[in-house]
Nanobody, 133 residues
Framework: EVRLVESGGGSVQAGGSLTLSCTAP????????MGWFRQAAGREREGVAG????????YYAEFVKGRFTISKDNAKNTWYLQMNGLKPEDTAMYYC??????????????????????????WGQGTQVTVSS
């Protein structure tokens, strides 16, 4: 079973920063899709950011653009979510997600589905982010 291991959550005051990390098993293909989601109490899981592991476009939800940055270290099979300017409404459980693509698959429609939880097959256990005002 593929396990994604997350870390980096915590409690900060509004305006503060946190960096989440997620480590995956070794990729079988250079082109995979990975993302970050969050779920606040009583709300549905929503996409925060998504990207291809071999470069190209990175997608962000409007509510985090300019504040959150996704990055990756393919050598370590790890990707990160740098969160700056945190707001109380960012309080949620944050999850990383991955879908390992078969060799030769380009997932050309990813730009229109990156925010859909059903796009991903594997999930991390979640890490809590709490932002106080």
């Amino acid at each position: 079973e593929v396990r994604l291991v997350e870390s980096g959550g915590g409690s900060v005051q509004a305006g503060g920063s946190l960096t989440l990390s997620c480590t995956a098993p070794a990729y079988t293909s250079s082109r995979n899709v990975m993302g970050w989601f969050r779920q606040a109490a009583g709300r549905e899981r929503e996409g925060v950011a998504g990207f291809f592991t071999d470069g190209g476009e990175t997608y962000y939800a409007e509510f985090v653009k300019g504040r959150f940055t996704i990055s990756k270290d393919n050598a370590k099979n790890t990707w990160y979510l740098q969160m700056n300017g945190l707001k109380p409404e960012d309080t949620a459980m944050y999850y990383c997600a991955a879908r390992f693509l078969p060799p030769g698959s380009d997932m050309a429609d990813y730009g229109t589905i990156w925010f859909n939880p059903g796009t991903y097959k594997y999930w991390g256990q979640g890490t809590q982010v709490t932002v106080s005002s």
